[in-house]
């Protein structure tokens, strides 16, 4: 149980165009879906927390319009980086917070992005 | 903020000795504590948490210890194995909701054959 699925796991894009990455928690329904951001060899840095129906809460320097959070279930949410740039080349993972818990956080198995 | 940091960053031990990696967090409101390991390329995987009215917490050979009054908390595996080598995170919130996760800075642990 506790499935995280994230798609894709790889992608590469050209210049200026947008990429869509999709978060799905498979057995389980989340109150809270979380993105992160991870440079190599460091730790995890929390871009969104979203919430189903409800707009995304963005971190301090996180672009709201570059990185746009769609949560449009309990079981799914997307995050899309448009007009992409080298700049914007990283491994990108979601989370979820498990609803019974309320507490326990499951990770998907990250998207690794590569801007030309 | 919650500010969580973690210690040593890189440990190597031999197969089969025990590896302790320590983390200290500065909310004291946060009570929930999770560990992650994280393999190459992959997502992070929840291997034990505890909350902060407990002081202790294994699982097979991996134990997690909590000191509120101290605001540190620590991983322990035993008797480990090649397969243990991996990134592993400390982490600490104010378990509820949209309250986020601070994670600590990652220790990588070398298990040597």
């Known amino acids: 149980g506790a499935v995280v699925s994230q798609h894709p796991s790889r992608v590469i894009c050209k210049s200026g165009t947008s990429v869509k990455i999709e978060c799905r928690s498979l057995?389980?329904?989340?109150?809270?879906m979380f993105w992160y951001r991870q440079f190599p060899k460091k730790s995890l840095m929390l871009m969104a927390t979203?919430?189903?129906?409800?707009?995304?809460?963005?971190e301090q320097g996180v672009e709201k319009d570059k990185f746009l959070i769609n949560h449009a279930s309990l079981t799914l949410s997307t995050l899309t980086v448009t007009s992409a740039h080298p700049e914007d080349s990283s491994f990108y993972i979601c989370?979820?917070?498990?609803?019974?818990?309320?507490?326990?956080?499951?990770f998907g198995s990250g998207t690794q992005l590569s801007v030309l | 903020g919650e500010n969580v940091e973690q210690h040593p960053s890189t440990l190597s031990v031999q197969e089969g000795d025990s590896a302790v990696i320590k983390c200290t967090y500065s909310d004291s409101a946060s009570n929930y504590f999770p560990w992650y390991k994280q393999e190459l390329g992959k997502g992070p995987q929840l291997i034990i948490d505890i909350r902060s009215n407990v002081g202790e917490k294994k699982d097979q050979r991996i134990a997690v210890t909590l000191n509120k009054t101290a605001k540190h908390f620590s991983l322990h595996i035993t008797e480990t194995q090649p397969e243990d080598s991996a990134v592993y995170f400390c982490a600490a919130s104010r378990a509820a909701g949209n309250e986020k996760l601070t994670f600590g800075t990652g220790t990588r642990l070398t298990i040597i054959p």
């Open positions: 989370s979820a917070r498990h609803r019974a818990t309320n507490e326990k956080l499951f």
């Open positions: 057995d389980f329904q989340a109150t809270t």
């Open positions: 979203s919430n189903e129906g409800s707009k995304a809460t963005y």
